[in-house]
Structures are given as structure tokens and as C-alpha cells.
């Protein structure tokens, strides 16, 4: 199924999602997301005077001074609608990038970093599910399948998740069932050492429901 309208006249009419289009807010977004995601890092792994602190507290300030007219609804500014960033240019989403997105599966390539720290200097758990549930979604919009919510989301940890390493995602539609989609997915370092697999539910929307 290559198009949900087939198989649900009434997608568009299902959540309330936006339709999100791709954006090209210009370079000037990719270098600001850069450099935010370098400021996310910095902001839980730098010590530095109190001096600095103050410092970096009215920049950051003044950032969002700047931006704060430029404040738009959901699915308007370029923020996860940039698939040539590392996350879409999301900097909710760890920095993925995707390598495959096809009926058969889902492969993403992402890099965690100081920021996704829970310690130890590997991954925080919490943020493994962030990532799974985005694979997840994938997989739906993938083989085709109409607009769809998370009814649950299993995790089991295998392995330490590291950070600053290449990992790999990978994602499948495992069983369909009328409304509902049985999903799997699993994460892998360079050397197919699995960190954590993934499954889960997602029920197709039925009209009115948010």
C-alpha cells in the first residue's frame, strides 16, 4: 500500500496532525541547529566561573529575545521538516539520519552525544524509547499505513548504548490487523553488538480522535 487515502479515505481528517511538507529555511537553520546541539552538550558538561554563567545566560537570552516574534503554530516552521538535517532539524530528536525507508523496513544512522548522557558516558534509557518511538512512526508513514498513535512501547536493554559511535536503527512492520500495527525495532553499534531492541502497538486514528 503506497498511499494510506487507499486504504483510509478519511486520513487527512484523523488527529489533527499537521500536514508537514518539507521546509528549506535556508543554511542558516543548519548552522543553527549545529550549533544548538553543541550548546545542548556544553550546557550539561560544561564547569565553568560563575562570571561565564552569567555570560552565557544573557546570549542565550538575547536568543530568545530575537526569536521569540518569529514563534509560529505546529507544522509551520522548519523543525522536523528538514530531512537533510541530523534529525530533520529537530533538536528534540537525537541526530539521526535515514538510510533506508521503504515497505520492508527502516534504517536510520544516529550518534548520541553528551547531552543523551545518563551516565557513565552512555546513553541515558529514557531516550532510547524517544528514539524507537520515531522509528515507529516511520514504519507507519513507510508501508503506507494511515495516521497512527503509540498504544504501547516495550524496550529491553541489552547492552550499554555508547556515545560518540555510528549506531545503526533498524525498524519493521512485524503483523497488521485491521486498526492496529505490530512494530519491532533494534539498535546496533558498528560492530552488530545490539544495545536494545523494541516493540510495539500502534492503532490507526479513528475521526475526531486526537
Known amino acids: 500500500m503506497s498511499d494510506a487515502h487507499e486504504l483510509d479515505p478519511d486520513y487527512d481528517r484523523h488527529g489533527g496532525f499537521p500536514k508537514l511538507e518539507v521546509a528549506h529555511p535556508g543554511p ?36 530568545v529575545e530575537l526569536l521569540a516574534p518569529f ?6 516552521g522548519p523543525a522536523a521538516r528538514v530531512p537533510d538535517l541530523p534529525g530533520g532539524g529537530s533538536l528534540l530528536m537525537p541526530p539521526f539520519r535515514v538510510v533506508t525507508m521503504a515497505p520492508e523496513g527502516v534504517e536510520l544512522a544516529v550518534r548520541f ?7 557513565n558516558y552512555a546513553v541515558h534509557g529514557g531516550v532510547l524509547p ?17 495516521i497512527s498513535r503509540t498504544a504501547f512501547l516495550h524496550v529491553d536493554y541489552r547492552s550499554v548504548t555508547p556515545i560518540e559511535t555510528d549506531l545503526t536503527a533498524r525498524g519493521w512492520l512485524r503483523e497488521a490487523e485491521g486498526r492496529k500495527a505490530f512494530v519491532n525495532a533494534e ?6 553488538t545490539l544495545c536494545a531492541e523494541a516493540n510495539g502497538l500502534m492503532v490507526r486514528l479513528l475521526p475526531g480522535q486526537p
Not at 514563534?71 to 509551520?76: I, M, N, S, T, Y
Not at 524517544?130 to 522509528?135: I, R
Not at 539498535?187 to 552488530?192: A, I
Open 71 to 76: 514563534e509560529a503554530d505546529e507544522g509551520v
Open 187 to 192: 539498535l546496533r553499534t558498528p560492530d552488530g
Open 113 to 119: 552525544s553528551r547531552f543523551h548522557v545518563g551516565g
Open 130 to 146: 524517544l528514539l524507537f518511538d520515531s522509528v515507529f512512526g516511520m514504519i507507519i508513514h513507510a508501508t503506507g499505513r494511515p
Open 28 to 63: 542558516g537553520f543548519g548552522r543553527f541547529v549545529a550549533a544548538m546541539r553543541r550548546a545542548q552538550d556544553l550546557a550539561v558538561s560544561a564547569n565553568p566561573d560563575s562570571d561565564t554563567w552569567d555570560a552565557a545566560a544573557d546570549r542565550v537570552e538575547q536568543l
